[in-house]
């Protein structure tokens, strides 16, 4: 697994201040892709063992996050891996809200084995290709009408979609 | 240049070189000075020719010699040097709520006392604008809610009595018990309290609204130069009050007449555990409203009340003791004199130390020696801050000697507490001692990497050693407050005209030095630099315990990139971790961008999100902030050292 981009503190990927990590690869190719270059599995730095303890204690020992976001490319097509660092960070601080973002809808990720343990461990998955036809620059941290942000633990719970209206607060 | 070069030249020669610079508009840097001056137009250049003209003659005929030589040398900065024979002061804080209770006199006319918020409102541009022509800096309301409240009962009393007339409720009420949250005047006469509710909220709101476009559209001092004007709110948790702070953050979030940021009044929002930082709290609702403001327009910027520093001096039952700043950081709330709150004072003026140049001659940057000759810095910096220190007492007493006429609204209206006792002849001598006289620094970070090749945000041991020399300057300033029995106090510099000339002068000397002077500004005061790449909580941290020590007034700032506007529960988070900190004033930084052809807000790249105007045909208006206060469109307002500061800014993130 590659690691495309990590920013330790963005505003920009859910509310709150949050520790961004892009993990290379997506098959999605959405046309008017933000970061086509990310498409490809090979773009970015290995993701190694070493970088992801690093980023692993700088998370968990800053004092003002809210939590992490998994942006991509698409985390969902390295999703074991994903779920294998999640599941540290969720040992290390469970105070922390773990986001993701995915071409995928949310159906599929919870139908395919291979994606459902990396979506239980999220606490809200940001779902579905960025459609430039749905285009809005209004929505708050996305950037189509289409995508839903969808609160994973209370969907799992009432076993249907719930999103999450997000004002401001 | 020496001295003898500097002053040789016969007045003619200056004269005409000044008349080709700015006539001409040979020269961006000596034009753009101040961002809020428009140096094109020709009330500006009218203004600049005075002004450089004055401060070659305080140069040459006032100064001590040994303050020009080192201003010549770049040892250190007299700000404001073109008012200093004039013996002008520098800014203050307004007593509105005496003004306001017992009418004013602006010199054409008499004023009296406003009869609702409404006039109450337009009253406070007017105050702004006469006094500001007193001085040569800031002007500042320091608990605007506390002082217009009053007004906003007069109101409501007027509209309460109009209500009972249209309503035919008569019952016969005494006009103490008329206000917002009064249940005998909601009993009595049920629908003209309603209906004075509403017109006073709505009369409230519209008097804001009002106010802002005043503070940003009255052009007063020479050169269309808007008054920097500021307004400290947040404490006071009557209804009327809370109605007061409410209206001026709403009317700030709507912006002007076509949605735009408003850049003056600068908005500081006044922080306290008990009264608006937590859920539960009176005035809570108020802090995530000044929060969401900032998030979309920069400011409000936040003071800290609680701060070790500022608390002391509250006292309840006194809003007058609640700490407040002129909008670009200055503080002035303790008196050894007694008069130990905001208004009817100010601060005098302040001289800044080049901390830098002294970090180059005794430090390892230029290769002579192996360690920093760390005697050989402080001995030097002892004798920098004597001579800084001279020059303020040079010029206080120049100050003392102006006539009370001389500075007219401020003293015959007792705007500096006092004043209106004096004769217009008489000359205001000692009533100046409850104001400060401060001496400033710039330059930190490069110094400590002139000194030891690493500045205090890179080493832990480097921030010990920063720490402890801004510690002995506070000492230093402690001394000679004693000595001379003065408020004399640390400033954290607010460098904008001086953050590039340092540097210049400092390269033509020694060269340029990697880290140290090679970029075009020198960092201002003890910030971490804006090139340096940390987390914001980091800057946080290592910034908090400088504000304790700059008794002048300091602020920190951190970066953020991205729309804020959509995560304002990230800037709560932020700006409560700096009050925690013991930070003393604090604000983000973010951009803003505005797309003058659909109008957009918020970060604008080379195309804009909302319409898709390339930068290539639309000039897209990019907002930023300097030295505390914002600034129009800054690639057009901003000095070069400013634009090449902005530039090098890092976000924290």
Known sequence: ?169 | MNMLEYASPPASDLLSDLGRRIIGAEDADTLRENANLNGDSFSGKMSRLGSETAKWHALRHVLPKELALAVEHGDLYVHDLDQYALGTTNCIFIPFDRLLASGFNTGNGSVRTPQTIMSAMALVAIIFQSQQNSQYGGVSANKIDWDLAPYVKRSFRKHYRKGQRLFGEIASIEDEQLHLVSDEAKEKCPRAFAFACEETELETEQAAESLIHNLNTMSSRAGGQIPFTSLNYGLCTSAEGRLVSRSLLEATIRGLGNGETPVFPQHIFQCKQGINQSEGEPNYDLFRLAVTCSSRRMYPNFVNVDASFNLPYYQPEDPDTIIATMGCRTRTLADRFGRNRQSGKGNLSFNTINLVKLGIRYGICQGARAIADRAGFYTALESVMHNATDGLLHRYRIQMNQPAKASDFMMREGVWEGGEQLAPNEPVADLLKHGTLSLGFIGLAECMTALYGRHHGQDLHVHREALNIIRTMREFCDRMSEQHNLNITLFATPAEGLSGKFTKIDRERYGSIAGVNDREYYTNSFHIPVYHSLPAYRKIELEAPFHSLCNAGAISYVELDGNVRANTAAFQRIVQYALAQDIGYFSINHPIDRCPSCGYEGVIGEVCPGCEAHENHVHFQRLRRVTGYLTGDYKVRFNGAKQAEVRDRVKHR
């Open chain 1, 1 to 169: 697994m590659n690691l495309y981009g990590y920013i330790p503190e963005s505003v920009n990927e859910g509310p709150g201040l949050r520790a961004v990590l892009f993990i290379s690869g997506c098959r999605h190719a959405c046309p008017g892709c933000f970061s086509p270059g990310s498409w490809s599995f090979r773009a970015g730095e290995p993701f190694t063992e070493k970088r992801q303890q690093q980023i692993l204690h700088e998370v968990t020992s800053h004092p003002l996050l809210e939590g992490v976001t998994l942006c991509g490319g698409d985390p969902f097509f390295s999703a074991a891996e994903c779920a294998s660092w999640v599941r540290q960070l969720r040992a290390a601080r469970p105070d922390l809200t773990v986001w993701a973002y995915t071409g995928f809808v949310y159906e599929e990720l919870i139908t395919d084995p291979s994606r459902t343990e990396l979506s239980r461990l999220c606490d809200v998955i940001i779902d579905g290709p960025y459609i430039a036809a749905e285009r809005d620059v209004s929505l708050p941290f996305r950037g189509s009408r289409n995508q839903r942000i969808i609160d994973v633990g209370t969907t799992m719970a009432d076993q249907t979609i719930v999103t999450m209206q997000l004002d401001a607060w």
